[in-house]
């Protein structure tokens, strides 16, 4: 398995398919939200088996100085239990340009992964704005 942060080697329709039919957060986006968001990150990080398919991502967006949001952090179904989760997470936040930064995220289900990478549920300094999707 290797971890990749150049945008170019991103398989857009794996990434489409993946996040428009296997998680529970932001279905409501059209493939053209998607591209914009591919195209507009401030960071990505594709997971690729030996073959050199992707099996793994994670995007984050930041102002790039002190502050990053991690999204849509997904691993192929038959890949997941093998720790690249674990490796998109490091990779994106602890072993990339963004490692010093407050970083936030939002997550359903996955807390256990993210509670060993710091995440802790926010303080009284953080308020949120819920979607209207």
């Known amino acids: 398995m290797e971890l990749s942060a150049d945008p170019s080697r991103l398989d857009r329709d794996w990434v489409w398919r993946m996040l428009s039919t ?3 957060w932001g279905l409501w ?18 997971a690729y088996d030996s073959d050199g398919a ?27 239990g093998h720790g690249i ?4 997470v490091a990779a994106m936040i602890d072993d ?9 995220l939002f997550t359903q289900d996955a807390h256990g992964l993210y509670e060993q990478f710091g ?3 926010p303080d009284a300094t953080a308020m949120v704005r819920p979607d209207r999707h």
């Open 119 to 121: 995440f802790v549920p």
């Open 54 to 80: 992707q099996v793994g991502f994670a995007r984050a967006v930041s102002d790039g100085v002190g502050f990053a949001y991690l999204a849509d952090v997904i691993v192929e179904e038959a890949h997941r």
């Open 22 to 24: 296997q998680v529970y």
């Open 96 to 104: 990339g340009p963004g490692s010093s930064f407050r970083w936030t």
């Open 29 to 46: 986006r059209t493939r053209a939200d998607v591209e914009a968001q591919l195209d507009s990150a401030w960071r990505v990080i594709g």
């Open 85 to 88: 989760g674990k490796q998109l």
